[in-house]
């Protein structure tokens, strides 16, 4: 069973970084389109970004051009280098399959003080 563990997360001010890391077992960095999401409080589940299987990218309006995705296929981990943040990128990121095909890990935990 696949397992999506994310990590790096934490309390930073505006203007910031981070980067975020995923893990999964197996080869389904290879095999699918992936993707970052995030769930503010009191909101819904939103699409941060994806990566296909062969590397390409696309992201929501919102963080064009602040974040990037990227992957190593052989550790297999995803990474979501997240610059210029802003408060209002405050939220559990998560990440899994476009179609959110294997089960939710815990999520990391990032909050941007203004």
């Known amino acids: 069973q696949v397992q999506l563990v994310e990590s790096g997360g934490g309390l930073v001010q505006a203007g910031e970084s981070l980067r975020l890391s995923c893990a999964a077992s197996?080869?389904?960095?290879?095999?699918?389109?992936m993707a970052w999401y995030r769930q503010a409080p009191g909101k819904l589940r939103e699409l941060v970004g994806t990566?296909?299987?062969?590397?390409?990218?696309n992201y929501a309006d919102s963080v064009k051009g602040r974040f990037t995705i990227s992957k190593d296929n052989a550790k297999p981990t995803m990474y979501l280098q997240m610059n210029s943040l802003k408060p209002e990128d405050t939220a559990v990121y998560y990440c899994n399959t476009l179609n959110s095909r294997y089960q939710w890990g815990q999520g990391t935990q990032v909050t941007v003080s203004s």
């Open positions: 990566i296909t299987s062969s590397g390409s990218t």
């Open positions: 197996g080869s389904i960095f290879r095999l699918n389109t």
